[in-house]
């Protein structure tokens, strides 16, 4: 398994980030969505779904008390700055924090990133954009998530 960026969103991930960072459409978030360990289809297999639905028909979310999905909107996000002297893009969000994560529902194996095109859209709308390893054992206690140190997603 790695950190990958699905077909569908290579290309476009800056773009999606500027628009819910412009709340463009109207309740536009970044979706951060847990992948249990004991469900993961193969990466080369999951990074050709176009929908987090199409993900979900093969790889199964997470069902721990104390997990749910977080969603990241404009207020949440950085401006994007171009870095051309290393011509490139970084793009990151906030750390987050699932408050007493129970063992009951199994171990965790990936996070993804998504694109959600309004407040209130079914997962067949939500565009999954960057997968990310993240093997945890939840136990009880708190689990943050830092997707990357330099962010979640690179344009080079």
């Avoid at 800056?14 to 992948?35: C, D, H, W």
């Amino acid at each position: 398994m790695a950190d990958f960026t699905f077909n569908i969103a290579k290309g476009r991930v800056v773009e999606f980030y500027r628009q819910i960072k412009a709340n463009t459409p109207s309740g536009s978030a970044l979706v951060m969505v847990v992948i249990a360990a004991a469900a993961i289809e193969a990466d080369g297999l999951m990074n050709n779904r176009t929908t987090l639905a199409d993900v979900l028909s093969a790889s199964t979310e997470a069902s721990n008390a104390g997990y749910e999905r977080k969603s990241l909107l404009a207020a949440d996000l950085a401006e994007v700055t171009v870095d051309n002297a290393n011509d490139r893009v970084d793009l990151d969000i906030p750390d987050q924090t699932y408050i007493n994560v129970q063992a009951a529902g199994g171990a965790w194996g990936k996070i993804l990133i998504c694109h959600r095109p309004g407040s209130v859209v079914p997962d067949s709308q939500i565009i999954p954009l960057t997968a990310h390893d993240f093997p945890m054992n939840p136990d009880g206690a708190n689990i943050v998530v830092q997707t990357d140190a330099i962010g979640f997603y690179r344009a080079t």
